[in-house]
């Protein structure tokens, strides 16, 4: 009986059966090599305050970064913190989350609910250690509602959307936490130096057998505007005191990040770590951010308030070195995230999984998202995007002009009123100039309908009374959880 086929055959089925292992195991979310996942978010970074935007700002670590990796064009945000971060944690939009109408008050008893999964949950599910340094900005009130009890293995940080650089108070209470305790031995010192001290602690201290989430919300650049000296002094040029100092706040963010990748690699945990960078929302123009030449910024619906600054980096990523144009949104990387740690998000989650588009710059999943919808006074809005056209009625925000750096006092006025009805094709005008709700009827018909239809899933926005059981003297001088 000849076998000579039979084994011919056999052999070529363990070739084959190896090839499709060593694909997989070097593909993010196989269980042979999940790759350790870095998410970082800097804080109201304007589209025109990075290098490979602007080369008068100093960010060589950020640009090499964005240009080894992929530079996500149309990386969509939204208007101020807390509804990104919640995007970010739960993969839904905010109107579907309840955090719709601007952000988190340190004296309201607001959260996201806890019927809500957040990230780390799920990462920490696939076998990942997870760990957040910075901001957090989802609620407070209740334990229940902070990092480590929503999947973090440790928190370090602040609770609340802002505070002083050096004496980590807002609002009249100390806001920094070390995991659940109140951390009263920092002041005067700058925050983002000891931030980045505590993240390269972790990175020193995990073992490579465990794959490692960080989810790295920045305080920079958010104000106050506060920063060393010697990173103002590297813009001795600028003139205008807000834009100097925040320009020295973005470097030291720069080199915050080049220190955090310097650990991963000394740690031997770079070659397999994905990056995902992005900023939270547009720059705030009155404290020096620059969104030019896109219109508006921070607090707006403008694409200057919306648009924001992101890339991916790693050594898994398949085509690099380029800038990709697909359509990606804030509530796409919990999907995204979790693919590749080998996940699946729900199939309900406003959220879509990107990771094909950042891994190889297949087309994006997405065709349209909500920048938003809100119903409480005075910002009563809706803004969508479907395909090359945008809509927004409503509230839009301001500023509204086109401003360049060198006129940041001035704040520009684009001359519409703060509501009122826009549409725009931003393929043919990214920078919104030219309204075609008079003009194209019909099309603002039928967006206005498909907005309408976004309206009817939306819930109530968290907006409750002041507390004053909220007032950090009834809770040793700290905003502390314990109140609602």
Request: hydrophobic letters at 35%; glycine letters at 10%.
């Amino acid at each position: 009986m000849n076998q000579t086929k039979p084994l011919q055959n056999l052999v070529l089925l363990l070739c084959l059966v190896g090839l499709s292992v060593s694909l997989t195991s070097t593909q993010p979310g196989s269980n042979d090599a999940k790759p350790n996942i870095v998410f970082i978010v800097a804080d109201d970074l304007g589209w025109n305050d990075v290098g490979w935007h602007n080369p008068d700002v100093k960010t060589p670590v950020l640009d090499q970064l964005a240009h080894e990796g992929v530079i996500l064009n149309q990386s969509y945000v939204n208007y101020v913190c807390t509804p990104s971060r919640t995007a970010f944690m739960t993969g839904y939009f905010p109107y579907h989350a309840g955090s719709q109408h601007g952000v988190f008050r340190p004296d309201k008893p607001q959260a996201i609910p806890s019927n809500f999964t957040f990230l780390p949950e799920k990462l920490k599910e696939l076998g990942y250690a997870t760990h957040m340094v910075g901001k957090w900005h989802l609620g407070f009130c209740n334990w229940k509602y902070t990092p480590t009890y929503r999947g973090f293995d440790s928190f370090y940080g602040y609770y609340n959307g802002a505070e002083d650089y050096y004496t980590h108070d807002i609002d009249g209470g100390l806001d920094l936490r070390d995991n659940k305790d109140t951390v009263t031995t920092m002041s005067g010192d700058y925050g983002t130096y000891f931030f980045t001290d505590r993240i390269v602690d972790i990175i020193g201290k995990h073992p490579q057998t465990t794959p490692l989430f960080m989810y790295l919300p920045f305080q920079n650049v958010h104000e106050p505007l506060e920063v060393p000296k010697r990173f103002e002094d590297m813009y001795a040029n600028i003139h205008d005191n807000n834009r100097r100092k925040l320009l020295g706040m973005v470097s030291a963010l720069d080199e915050a990040i080049g220190n955090v990748t310097m650990a991963m690699k000394s740690a031997g945990l770079w070659d397999n770590t994905l990056v995902i960078f992005t900023t939270d929302n547009g720059g705030w123009t009155p404290f020096g951010g620059n969104n030019y030449p896109l219109r508006g910024g921070k607090v707006t619906l403008w694409e200057g308030g919306t648009r924001g600054v992101a890339f991916a980096h790693g050594e898994m990523l398949q085509k690099t070195g380029y800038t990709n144009n697909e359509m990606i949104h804030a509530v796409d990387w919990f999907p995204t995230i979790l693919a590749a740690a080998g996940g699946t998000a729900d199939a309900a989650m406003d959220g879509m999984n990107q990771l094909n588009t950042i891994m190889s710059g297949q087309p994006s999943p997405r065709t349209e998202f909500v920048y938003n919808i809100d119903d409480v006074f005075p910002t009563k809005q809706g803004a969508i995007r479907v395909g090359d056209y945008k809509l927004i009625e409503g509230y839009a925000g301001k500023p509204d002009g086109w401003i360049r750096p060198a006129n940041l006092t001035d704040q520009q006025d684009g001359g519409d009123p703060v509501t009122g009805t826009w549409l725009f094709n931003l393929k043919d005008d990214p920078t919104e100039h030219n309204n075609l709700a008079d003009s194209m009827p019909d099309k603002l018909k039928e967006m206005q309908a498909k907005l309408a239809e976004y309206r009817k899933s939306m819930v109530p926005a968290i907006w409750p009374k002041d507390d004053p059981k909220s007032d950090p003297k009834n809770w040793g001088g700290a905003w502390s959880p314990g109140w609602c």
